[in-house]
């Protein structure tokens, strides 16, 4: 579902494996990879693929009164 969130979104994988974006490509990422949505940027969520389970950790500033997600104007 593609939302967006009102701050920022960082990420960490505490474990890898191989992941389908919304477009359908699929791609690996590895243990320890970092990532971040700033706020107001439209994004999907991800598929995980394969047989490997996956340990992320998400940490979302957000202003207060804000829901944590929002659709998209």
């Known amino acids: 579902m593609l939302h967006i969130h009102h701050g920022d979104e960082s990420y960490y994988f505490l474990e ?3 992941i389908e974006l919304p477009d359908g490509k699929q791609m690996p990422v590895p243990t320890g990879a970092v990532g971040l949505n700033v706020r107001d940027t439209p994004h999907g969520a ?6 490997k389970t996956i ?3 998400t940490v979302h500033v957000v202003d207060k ?3 944590l997600y929002d659709t998209p104007k």
Not at 46 to 51: A, E, L, P, R, T
């Open 16 to 18: 890898g494996g191989t």
């Open 46 to 51: 991800f598929k995980v693929v394969g047989d």
């Open 55 to 57: 340990k992320l950790l």
């Open 65 to 67: 009164g804000k829901p």
